[in-house]
Nanobody
């Protein structure tokens, strides 16, 4: 089970750190990803990190504002979000790759087998 936390209502320019805790299963051998879904839009990839933490991939719209990291000892993944914009308003989901030790971080939702319930991030202008 993946549990996200850290969302909330903030103003444009503020920062948030989302946390994804894996409860009941270890995720140290799989890549992890953050996705988001805004109202009336499809779920989209935000950032992903390899199982060892040595490789990361981010969507173009991130523009260096969002940073993914992980602590395998704590079975936890983070998404640090800075300089938030109203366009970042969405439900943010944490997901675990369905295949262990994958060499390349995947950006498609289909590669991720386990999902959290999501945490709402709302950015006001």
């Amino acid at each position: 089970q993946l549990v996200e936390s850290g969302g909330g209502l903030v103003q444009a320019g503020d920062s948030l750190r989302l946390t994804c805790a894996a409860d009941g299963r270890t995720v140290s051998s799989v890549a992890m990803g953050w996705f988001r879904q805004a109202p009336r839009k499809e779920r989209e990839f935000v950032a992903g990190i390899g199982w060892s933490g040595s490789s990361t991939v981010s969507a173009d719209f991130v523009k260096g504002r969002l940073t993914i990291s992980r602590d395998n000892a704590k079975n936890t993944v983070y998404l640090q979000m800075n300089s938030l914009e109203p366009e970042d308003t969405a439900v943010y989901y944490c997901a675990a790759d369905g295949r262990a030790f994958r060499a390349v971080v995947q950006t498609s939702t289909q590669a991720y087998a386990y999902w959290g319930q999501g945490t709402q991030v709302t950015v006001s202008s």
